[in-house]
C-alpha cells in the first residue's frame, strides 16, 4: 500500500515539473530593446561585417578612379614650330597641344561598367550580410532565452526535488517509511539535479554562441 502511494506521489510530481515547464512561456523574457541593443552592437564590431564594409569602400574608390580615367586619354604636349613663311612662332616657337588617345577612350567605358557592377555587387554583399547577421543575432538570443528559461524550470524542479527528498528522509531516519522509496526519491532528486546541470551547460553554450556575434560580453552590453 505504503509503495504505492509512494509511486502516485512520484509520477505526480514529476508530472507537475513537466507541466510548470509547460506552462511557463518563454516570450515574457524576450526582451526586444535589448535585442535590438545586441544587433546594434554586432554590426559596430563583428570582423566579418567590417571586412564587406571595406570591400564596398575599396569598389567604391575603383569606380572613382575608373571615372577619372577619361583624363587619361587627354595628354598635353608642347611642340617646336613655326609660321608658313618660316618666322618661328611666338614663345620662341613653342606650340601647346592637347591630343587624345583614341584607344583610353574606347577602353575607359567597359572600364567604367565593370567597376560600378563591382561596387552593386558589394553593396549586396554588405546589404545581404547585414541582414543575415540581424539574422543570426536573433537566434541566438532568441536560443539563449530558451535555454534560460528551461533552466529557471529545472532549478524549481530541482529545488522541490531537494525539499521532497528531505522530508522522505527524515520520515525514513524515524522508521516512518521504507528504504525503497527513500530509494526511489534519491533517484527522482538525482535526475532533476543531472537536468538542471544539463541545462547551466545549455545556457552557457548559448550565451557564448551570442557573445561571439555581438564581440562582448551580454552584461556590458547596456
Known amino acids: 500500500m505504503i509503495k504505492n502511494k509512494f509511486l502516485i506521489f512520484s509520477l505526480l510530481f514529476l508530472l507537475a515539473g513537466y507541466n510548470a ?12 530593446p535589448f535585442l535590438q541593443k545586441l544587433i546594434d552592437s554586432a ?27 577619361w583624363f587619361d586619354a587627354l595628354t598635353v604636349a608642347y611642340s617646336y614650330g613655326s609660321s608658313t613663311n618660316g618666322v618661328p612662332a611666338g614663345n620662341g616657337g613653342v606650340l601647346p597641344g592637347i591630343y587624345l ?16 557592377e563591382k561596387f552593386n555587387a558589394s553593396k549586396d554583399d554588405l546589404e545581404g550580410y547585414n541582414l543575415e547577421l540581424e539574422r543570426l543575432v536573433k537566434e541566438k538570443y532568441f536560443s539563449y532565452v530558451q535555454k534560460l528559461s528551461i533552466l529557471n524550470q529545472r532549478t524549481k524542479v530541482a529545488n522541490d526535488a531537494e525539499t521532497d527528498l528531505k522530508q522522505v528522509k527524515y520520515k ?40 561571439e556575434l555581438i564581440v562582448g560580453k551580454l552584461e556590458d552590453v547596456q
Do not use: W
Not at 53 to 62: G, I
Not at 106 to 111: E, G, I, K, V, Y
Not at 196 to 203: L, R
Open 43 to 69: 554590426k559596430a564590431k563583428y570582423p566579418r561585417l567590417r571586412m564587406y564594409t571595406h570591400s564596398a569602400q575599396a569598389a567604391k574608390y575603383d569606380l572613382n578612379k575608373a571615372k577619372m580615367g
Open 172 to 211: 525514513f531516519e524515524k522508521g516512518e517509511e521504507t528504504f525503497d522509496n527513500f530509494s526511489k526519491m534519491l533517484v527522482i532528486y538525482n535526475t532533476a539535479v543531472q537536468n538542471k546541470i544539463t541545462s547551466e551547460g545549455d545556457v552557457l553554450i548559448a550565451k557564448a554562441n551570442l557573445e
Open 101 to 116: 588617345n583614341m584607344g583610353s577612350v574606347l577602353r575607359n567605358p567597359p572600364a567604367v561598367k565593370y567597376a560600378r
Open 21 to 32: 515547464q509547460c506552462q511557463e512561456s518563454m516570450m515574457q523574457n524576450v526582451s526586444y
